[in-house]
């Protein structure tokens, strides 16, 4: 299995993801704030190469969003549960 990430310059969020997987089954691939995260699996006897994530970032300036948003311990904490999730699937 292999848990890609992509981040966005300090001052950006995540509007967009995108990925690359050759052979590799993708589990997930999601916005996490500040960064993409992914979950790339291979059930066959073939090496996956060139496995990579994309994080489509912009400055977003709301005053609400900033105040809302979650700590950034929330969200690696989110992507580690999400990796232990994918990871005990397979």
Do not use: W
């Amino acid at each position: 299995m292999s848990f890609p990430t992509a981040r966005c310059p300090p001052g950006t969020s995540v509007l967009g993801v995108g990925f690359y997987n050759s052979i590799a089954d993708v589990d997930f691939a999601k916005a996490y704030g500040t960064f993409v995260g992914a979950s790339f699996f291979n059930e066959t006897n073939v090496t996956a190469t060139g496995l990579h994530v994309q994080a489509i970032c912009a400055a977003v300036a709301t005053t609400a969003g900033v105040r809302n948003a979650p700590s950034v311990a929330a969200v690696e904490q989110q992507f580690s549960a999400d990796v232990a999730a994918a990871t005990a699937r397979h």
